[in-house]
Structure formats: C-alpha cells, structure tokens
C-alpha cells in the first residue's frame, strides 16, 4: 500500500512540475490575482488522477489484494478470539463437579 501511494505521490509531483512550468511560461493561463498556487495544486491534482488510474492499474490491484487479505486474517482472528471466549464463558457456567462429555 505504501508503495502505491508514493507511486501516485509521484505522478503527482510530475503533473505539478509540468503544469508549473506552463502556467509561468505562459502556455496555460494563471490563477486570478493570489490564486495562482491554487490553480497550479488544482489542475495537477486533476490531471494526476486518470493517469495514475490508468498508469499505476497493476500497483493498485496488488495493494488491494493485500488490503483484502489482511481483512480476511483480522476476521479469522476475531473469529478465533470469539469462540476462545466462548468457550471459557461455557466453563466458567458448568457446575464445579461436572466434566464436558462429546
């Protein structure tokens, strides 16, 4: 996960140089008055966003395997630590001289 985040961080610096440079180069025109920074955070972060959907599909497909899969091992734990639960509230409630017969 960290990975695909300092992937699309990265896109994101790249959109922010490129669309820096053309703003102060003229090509795009700037922000109104003291909005310049702004324009230029705005127009990266809009520009970023389908190239890293396109560009990083295979990073982000890893990252949530992982996600599910780490999910799935703190659902079985619980699931562990419930049934370990109820079984010590089972043993606690048996009268003292009985046993468990299966």
């Known amino acids: 996960m960290l990975r695909y985040t300092l992937m699309r961080l990265g896109v994101f610096a790249g959109c922010l140089v490129v669309v820096w440079g053309l703003v102060y180069s003229g090509v795009v025109p700037r922000g109104l008055g003291d909005s ?3 324009w230029i955070l705005l127009l990266s972060l809009v520009i970023s966003a389908p190239i890293s959907f396109v560009v990083l599909r295979k990073e982000r497909d ?13 659902k079985a734990n619980l699931e562990a630590n419930k049934s370990q639960e109820d079984a ?3 043993e606690a409630a048996r009268p003292q001289g009985q046993t468990q017969t299966s």
Do not use: Q, T
């Open 62 to 74: 890893r990252a949530s395997l992982n996600v599910v899969a780490r999910v799935d091992r703190m």
């Open 36 to 38: 310049n920074i702004m």
């Open 88 to 90: 010590a509230i089972d």
